[in-house]
């Protein structure tokens, strides 16, 4: 490590003349999150293969317990590193879907017999700190759970003692965008949503991070995912012909997890020219 990477560690803003373009290992939060997969998968077929993906089966509501295994199989078979990670609590395990034999030898009448079985489970245990072990960069989808006024800081506060030195997180539109039509509608979200306003605070500490830290930023903030309807309403949808929205009354502009995954794909491949940068992710406007 050079001399001014470990004075960055010191002497706040100094990170901005020691950071390089290279992603390094990518720790992804949530391989089961519509965004957190398409990410991971876009990342691992074009050829970056350095990927720790994180799945908690509880990530995706109304899936089957399967649901998971199945993606971390998929991830595996392309490259990835794969662990369980659960918000929630600070230990998981460490998910190795590389088939593993066991052999039990015992003897039966003076007949050696063999009898083997297959695991798909290694058990390690996995905490904030053992996720990050080795990571560069990190990209956090991050649920509205109980509690996340302790997790998301402790999670932040353990990347910069593991000096992660780029962190991408996805958020709900701000205000900040140059349409003010679009700037006041966030504005009213933040005001009267929680999962809103509880996004924005996390994006507030993330932004003083570069303050005290070597991380840097990029937050890309979405409205509302056209996957989400889908998920959290199909039987609703299918059996009552009936579709609520969470816009309290206010407007309702449908992003594409699809669009949301290539820009972050474009972020985490070339971070220099988007650090410390928030941009606002929008669908088409009405015609």
């Keep these: 490590m050079s001399f001014l990477k470990k004075a960055a560690d010191i002497v706040p803003g100094l990170g901005k003349f020691t950071y390089d373009n290279d992603a390094g290992k990518i720790f992804i939060t949530s391989g089961t999150g519509v965004i957190g997969y398409r990410v991971a998968i876009s990342l691992l077929e074009a050829g970056h293969k350095d990927i720790r993906v994180g799945i908690f ?13 199945k993606i971390a199989e998929q991830l595996e078979e392309k490259g990835a590193e794969v662990i369980e990670f659960n918000w929630a609590q600070e230990s998981g395990t460490l998910i190795s879907l590389v088939l593993c034999t066991y052999y039990l030898r015992a003897e039966v009448n003076s007949t050696n017999l063999e009898l083997s079985f297959t695991s798909w489970l290694l058990p390690c245990q996995s905490d904030y700190a053992t996720a990050l072990e080795g990571v560069k960069t990190v990209f956090c989808t991050l649920p509205h759970i109980e509690g996340w006024a302790d997790m998301f800081p402790t999670f932040l506060k353990t990347s910069k003692a593991k000096k992660i030195e780029h962190f991408v997180k996805v958020s709900f539109l701000r205000p900040t965008h140059a349409f003010k039509g679009v700037a006041e509608i966030a504005r009213m979200y933040r005001e009267n949503v929680p999962f809103v306003s509880f996004h924005g605070t996390c994006d507030d500490i993330l932004q003083q991070a570069k303050t005290d830290s070597r991380i840097s930023y990029t937050i890309l903030c979405t409205s509302h995912l056209m996957a989400t309807p889908l998920l959290a309403q199909g039987k609703t949808l299918r059996e009552e012909k009936k579709f609520v929205t969470a ?24 971070q220099k020219p988007h650090r410390n940068k928030v941009y606002n992710l929008t669908g088409p406007g009405p015609t």
């Design 57 to 69: 089966e509880g990530d995706r509501q109304g899936m089957n317990d399967g649901f998971g295994r």
């Design 247 to 270: 816009s309290y009354g206010m407007g309702v502009n449908y992003v594409s997890p699809n669009d949301v995954a290539k820009a972050a794909v474009v972020v985490l491949t070339n």
